[in-house]
Antibody, heavy 120, light 109 residues
Framework: EVQLVESGGGLVKPGGSLRLSCAAS????????MNWVRQGPGKGLEWVSS????????SYADSVKGRFTISRDNAKNSLNLQMNSLRAEDTAVYYC?????????????WGQGTLVTVSS | SFVLTQPPSVSVAPGQTARIPCGGH??????VHWYQQKPGQAPVLVVY???DRPSGIPERFSGSNSGNTATLTISRVEAGDEADYYC????????????FGGGTKLTVL
């Protein structure tokens, strides 16, 4: 069974940093592109970042470019998101999502999310 | 980047058919995916590649895509279908890889 479990969320002050992790199991993690998607309180889904299976293709939404860094450890089946210079508007539930293999690509499995609150 | 437009809400009586549109410039040229999200839960894929259903998703869920509008259709709506629905495309023309619509709240009257 595919499982994605996020952790690392919490309360942080504006300008602070936080590191999120996503533990994957039930599939060959090293074969899949992985993603972070967030959802602000009462808002819709917003794609944040993607990293390919081999780590050679990385993309970020404009809203986080230069502040967030995605990484993965294929040996530990984990995906990470280092978030720096956090702003109030980064407050959201952050989901880890697997991109399907083949074409077209969609997000076939999601974690339950971890809440990040940026507030003084 | 590519923009997807969804109505904020759609209402339908139980047993009727709900149609949720997702508008975008020449969206018919793209593959559209749909997610269902119930309160406090993670999104769940209900339709991919315009009209295909993942295993475990009822046949009542279907999709179509042509011109400037993709549509998620839910037949014989049940109370349990009440949720937010999001469309999604892969924007190959920019580095903003993935785009979601703003979401539509489906209310079962």
């Amino acid at each position: 069974e595919v499982q994605l479990v996020e952790s690392g969320g919490g309360l942080v002050k504006p300008g602070g940093s936080l590191r999120l992790s996503c533990a994957a199991s039930g599939f060959t993690f090293s074969s899949y592109t992985m993603n972070w998607v967030r959802q602000g309180p009462g808002k819709g889904l917003e794609w944040v970042s993607s990293m390919s299976s081999s780590r050679n293709s990385i993309s970020y939404a404009d809203s986080v470019k230069g502040r967030f860094t995605i990484s993965r450890d294929n040996a530990k089946n984990s995906l990470n998101l280092q978030m720096n210079s956090l702003r109030a508007e980064d407050t959201a539930v952050y989901y880890c999502a697997r991109a399907s293999s083949g074409s077209p690509v969609y997000f076939d499995y999601w974690g339950q999310g971890t809440l990040v609150t940026v507030s003084s | 980047s590519f923009v997807l437009t969804q109505p904020p809400s759609v209402s339908v009586a139980p047993g009727q058919t709900a149609r949720i549109p997702c508008g975008g410039h020449k969206i018919g040229n793209k593959s559209v995916h749909w997610y269902q999200q119930k309160p406090g839960q993670a999104p769940v894929l209900v339709v991919y590649d315009d009209s295909d259903r993942p295993s475990g998703i009822p046949e009542r869920f279907s999709g179509s895509n042509s011109g400037n509008t993709a549509t998620l259709t839910i037949s014989r709506v049940e109370a349990g279908d009440e949720a937010d629905y999001y469309c999604q495309v892969w924007d190959t023309n920019s580095d903003h890889l993935w785009v979601f619509g703003g979401g539509t709240k489906l209310t079962v009257l």
